[in-house]
């Protein structure tokens, strides 16, 4: 038996694969500290990819009454014992692509990336907790890391599985 077949089985790759079905819920979003900008309904879907090596993201949402969507891959790299993703949306990330390392955690990941803009080209930290809080209940939260460290809050979605 591989080590994936060993992780699909009773390892992290198992523990991603709860995290696979339909959900719905609602998307909070600050740009600054402690200020909502926007709450709005999301839809998302979460399905295994390449044999269960990597799980597929996708949803649809909302800011300031204007559609969006985005689609993220989960996995976990064995051989280097880190999780990985990589996000795209419609609003946040423009046109690039955002890459992010990390580690499982008790029951989901916290994965770490950065991006840069000409506005502010000191590279910003971008960090991403999912936490599979019940069976049902999936909480994604981002925090916005400034160069010099100040971490806030910058968008927490909480979805509830529909199918």
């Not at 989960?74 to 609003?91: E, R, V």
């Not at 991403?128 to 019940?134: G, N, P, R, V």
Request: hydrophobic share 35%.
């Amino acid at each position: 038996m591989s080590k994936f077949d060993d992780s699909l089985e009773s390892g992290v790759h198992r523990q991603l694969q709860s995290l696979i079905g339909n959900w719905e819920g609602t998307t909070k979003t600050w740009f600054e500290p402690d200020v909502l900008a926007d709450e709005s309904a999301v839809k998302g879907s979460i399905k295994a990819i390449l044999g269960g090596a990597f799980l597929l993201h996708e949803y649809k949402g909302s800011l300031d009454g204007k559609p969006f969507d985005g689609i993220a891959i989960y996995g976990f790299d064995i051989p280097n014992n880190t999780f990985q993703s990589a996000w795209i949306d419609s609003f946040h990330m423009g046109t690039g692509i955002m890459l992010s390392n990390g580690s499982p955690t008790a029951n989901g990941f916290s994965v770490l990336g950065s991006y840069s803009v000409p506005e502010y080209p000191a590279p910003w930290n971008w960090r991403t907790t999912a936490e599979l809080t019940d069976p049902d209940t999936l909480v994604i939260t981002a925090y916005n890391i400034s160069p010099e460290g100040q971490e806030d809050k910058a968008t927490e979605t909480v979805y509830k599985r529909v199918g």
